[in-house]
């Protein structure tokens, strides 16, 4: 079947790419069949993609897979992309005009009796919250295949120590594995972007090698180490306010960090105080992380 290049087809449409939203559409069919290709997906997985757009990623997902729902939070694409889909006889595709932040990706899970794949090009602007996200509800992903603008797939794929290293490596590290699947030129898209992009495949661990006993603290601990990044971990968990969940469910203490218990809790978790949060391993941080929690309970 002949391409139309997204070009084409959104002049033919009288529409424009929104840049705010980070619209950038793949240019080659061969480029999202090869993404697609390498990213091993079983016959029977349930795909979510998060920003369907023209349907180049959608129309591959749908000829390898069982069912795709193709997220589009632009209404004024919808219509254009079940027009695609109808020409191209994906009849196993459900398009939603939704975010991806609001989905239901549990119901969803539920709805199918089986973990997601949640599959896209993700705008740079919302990348770190959709990953969040997905780490909350990884019970109902079983994976994730993303592409991301080089900066921010080095920042998910950055090991301690770097500058890169930071919030969101930690909590992926956490709870999943990453690699990568493919380097994407900026050229391969429309309108061009100003960098590159990378695909990561990201599996997600049920059985941690390190669970924390409270993971909600462990995620707070996280947060406050890397939010003053550039002080020393006494002084950056200084004055933070963390809620740690008592015995009862319903019941949380908070705790409000002074220097000295700062201190006195990193060092009964084996780390200098003067060490920075980008220098800790994921190890350390549960180390920590329950000790906080031992202090209080």
């Given at each position: 079947?002949?391409?139309?290049?997204?070009?084409?087809l959104?002049?033919?449409?009288?529409?424009r790419?929104?840049?705010?939203?980070?619209?950038n559409?793949?240019?080659?069919?061969?480029?999202?069949?090869?993404?697609?290709?390498?990213?091993?997906?079983?016959?029977?997985?349930?795909?979510?993609?998060i920003?369907?757009?023209?349907?180049?990623?959608t129309?591959?997902?749908?000829?390898?897979?069982?069912?795709?729902?193709?997220?589009?939070?632009?209404?004024?694409l919808?219509?254009?992309?079940k027009?695609e889909?109808?020409?191209?006889?994906?009849n196993?595709?459900?398009?939603?005009c939704?975010?991806?932040?609001k989905?239901?990706?549990?119901?969803?899970a539920?709805e199918?009796?089986?973990?997601?794949?949640?599959?896209?090009n993700?705008?740079?602007?919302?990348?770190?919250?959709?990953?969040?996200r997905?780490?909350?509800?990884?019970?109902?992903v079983?994976?994730?295949?993303?592409?991301?603008?080089?900066?921010?797939?080095?920042?998910?794929?950055?090991?301690?120590?770097?500058?890169?290293?930071?919030?969101?490596?930690v909590?992926?590290?956490y709870?999943a594995?990453?690699?990568?699947?493919?380097?994407?030129?900026?050229r391969?898209?429309y309108?061009k972007?100003?960098?590159?992009?990378?695909?990561?495949?990201?599996?997600?661990?049920?059985?941690?090698?390190?669970p924390?006993?409270?993971?909600?603290?462990?995620f707070?601990?996280?947060?406050?180490?890397?939010?003053?990044?550039?002080?020393?971990l006494?002084?950056?968990?200084?004055?933070?306010q963390?809620?740690?969940?008592?015995?009862?469910?319903?019941?949380?203490?908070?705790?409000?960090?002074?220097?000295?218990?700062?201190?006195?809790?990193?060092?009964q978790?084996?780390?200098?105080p003067?060490?920075?949060?980008?220098?800790?391993s994921?190890?350390?941080?549960?180390?920590?992380?329950?000790?906080?929690?031992?202090?209080?309970?």
């Open positions: 079947m002949a391409h139309t290049s997204p070009q084409t959104l002049a033919a449409w009288n529409l790419p929104i840049k705010q939203r980070g619209q559409f793949l240019k080659e069919p061969s480029t999202a069949e090869m993404i697609v290709s390498r990213s091993a997906l079983a016959e029977d997985a349930i795909v979510l993609e920003g369907a757009g023209l349907g180049a990623l129309i591959p997902l749908a000829q390898r897979v069982r069912k795709v729902y193709a997220l589009e939070k632009d209404s004024r919808v219509k254009l992309l027009t889909l109808l020409v191209h006889q994906c196993n595709v459900v398009v939603l939704d975010d991806i932040l989905v239901g990706i549990d119901l969803l539920a199918n009796k089986c973990p997601l794949v949640i599959c896209g993700l705008p740079y602007n919302i990348s770190s919250q959709i990953l969040v997905l780490i909350y509800n990884r019970q109902s079983d994976r994730a295949i993303l592409m991301f603008q080089a900066e921010m797939a080095r920042r998910i794929t950055a090991q301690p120590g770097s500058k890169t290293y930071g919030r969101l490596t909590m992926l590290r709870c594995d990453t690699a990568v699947v493919a380097n994407i030129k900026a391969m898209f309108p972007p100003r960098v590159d992009s990378q695909v990561l495949a990201i599996n997600f661990h049920h059985d941690l090698q390190y924390a006993r409270d993971e909600a603290l462990l707070q601990i996280i947060k406050a180490a890397f939010g003053k990044r550039r002080k020393t006494k002084n950056a968990l200084s004055g933070s963390l809620r740690i969940a008592l015995n009862n469910v319903f019941a949380e203490e908070c705790l409000q960090l002074d220097a000295t218990t700062a201190q006195h809790l990193l060092e978790a084996g780390i200098d003067q060490r920075r949060a980008e220098t800790l994921v190890k350390e941080f549960v180390k920590l992380s329950d000790c906080v929690e031992a202090h209080v309970i």
